[in-house]
């Protein structure tokens, strides 16, 4: 694999991060807590995409430090996003948001079909439709409890 291939396999944690982490600052509007259905949900999605995207890379020959710098700067922007989104609630109109909120939801859908959708099926076929159905079934649980 070569080193534009690699960084292509980041692109998809990078362009759902912060998304993610934009919603993830919306729902600290108004006093309100992160609800564990948020957090589980993006720590389930991001989770194994950044184990693939870390073996794609280390495969490709970048250096461990170059990758967690990478991490580094993707933790740090998920961060700066988070404060954003923040502040976008918080000083503009619901419709703001609810475009942010969208924009996050079409991003992590585009990145399952593109990304971990066919890579989870070259892998495990028998398993990938199961695996699916259960982090629906945990992500509708997680909802139910607030």
Known sequence: ????????????????VSPESAVLG???????????ALL?????????ESLGSTVNLTSSGWEKKKIRLLWLGIALVSALSAGIGY????????????????????????MIADEMAPQAFDR???????????????????????
């Not at 919306?26 to 564990?36: C, D, E, H, Q």
């Not at 589980?40 to 194994?48: C, E, L, Q, R, T």
């Not at 502040?87 to 585009?110: D, H, M, R």
């Not at 028998?126 to 079934?137: E, N």
Request: hydrophobic share 55%; with cysteine; charged share 0%.
């Open 1 to 16: 694999m070569t080193e534009g291939v690699a960084s292509a396999s980041c692109s998809a944690p990078s362009s759902v």
């Open 26 to 36: 919306m729902s600290l509007v108004g006093g309100g807590g992160v609800s564990v």
């Open 40 to 48: 589980a949900g993006i720590w389930v999605s991001n989770f194994p």
């Open 87 to 110: 502040l976008i609630v918080n000083n503009v109109s619901a419709l703001s948001g609810v475009l942010v909120e969208s924009f996050a939801a079409g991003a992590l859908l585009t």
């Open 124 to 146: 495990s076929a028998i398993y990938a439709g199961l695996a699916t159905v259960a982090g629906f079934a945990l992500a509708a649980w997680l909802t139910s409890l607030g």
